[in-house]
């Protein structure tokens, strides 16, 4: 089993940053392909980003402006958002799969609770 818990979301103005958290319990740890994703209100649930291994994808939104990294020794995968703006604002969820694919996104094993991102003026 993963346990898997997001921090770091807030209120931020356009323009600025955050660095989300996802600390991860369970075994191999370095060995499963992490994701982040985003609902917005209203809206479905979409792709953010993922890495596995040292292999990182985005989607073509959020190339550019998101980065993800992972520390194995720390077990926690992190989004690094900059350039936010008002479309950003979502619940963002970290995921893990076991199975090695980043897509599609109920091939996603773990589910954290997601942390709140409101980027407002």
């Known amino acids: 089993q993963v346990q898997l818990v997001e921090s770091g979301g807030g209120l931020v103005q356009p323009g600025d940053s955050l660095r989300l958290s996802c600390a991860a319990s369970g075994r191999s740890f370095n060995y499963y392909t992490m994701g982040w994703f985003r609902q917005a209100p209203g809206k479905e649930r979409e792709f953010v980003a993922a890495m596995s291994g040292s292999n990182t994808y985005y989607a073509s939104t959020m190339k550019g402006r998101f980065t993800i990294s992972r520390d194995n020794a720390k077990n926690t995968v992190y989004l690094q958002m900059n350039s936010l703006n008002p479309e950003d604002t979502a619940v963002y969820y970290c995921?893990?799969?076991?199975?090695?694919?980043?897509?599609?996104?109920?091939?996603?094993?773990?589910w954290g609770q997601g942390t709140q991102v409101t980027v407002s003026s």
């Open positions: 995921a893990a799969n076991r199975y090695g694919k980043i897509l599609p996104m109920t091939g996603y094993d773990y």
